[in-house]
């Protein structure tokens, strides 16, 4: 079992940044890749982004790609979601996860999950 925390959320003006951090409960955590997904009111869950367990890889939905850069520190255990030029489309609750397979992409391959915290970009 693991259990992930997120942190830091809040409300930001368009164009502002803000740093999600993930701590996972457990040392095993270096052998998870990770991601982050987001949901807005409404809508369904999407990818936002992944890092394998090593961190040497990433992947990232095209309308963050650019802006937002994700990251991990095994020794930490956590992972980062650097946000920048932020916009109102952003606004979701922000959940990582993670698993061990190579389907980075689909939310149905992660395993364990955060509770979230909420991303709120004014215009």
């Known amino acids: 079992q693991v259990q992930l925390v997120e942190s830091g959320g809040g409300l930001v003006q368009a164009g502002g940044s803000l740093r999600l951090s993930c701590t996972a409960s457990?040392?095993?955590?270096?052998?998870?890749?990770m991601g982050w997904f987001r949901q807005a009111p409404g809508k369904e869950r999407e990818f936002v982004a992944a890092?394998?367990?090593?961190?040497?890889?990433?992947y990232y939905a095209p309308s963050v790609k650019g802006r937002f850069t994700i990251s991990r520190d095994n020794a930490k255990n956590t992972v980062y979601l650097q946000m920048n030029s932020l916009k109102p489309e952003d606004t979701a609750n922000y959940y990582c996860?993670?698993?061990?397979?190579?389907?980075?992409?689909?939310?149905?391959?992660?395993?364990?999950w955060g509770q979230g915290t909420q991303v709120t970009v004014s215009s």
């Open positions: 890092i394998i367990w090593s961190g040497v890889n990433t």
């Open positions: 996860a993670a698993t061990r397979t190579n389907n980075y992409y689909t939310a149905e391959s992660y395993t364990y």
């Open positions: 457990r040392r095993t955590f270096s052998n998870y890749n």
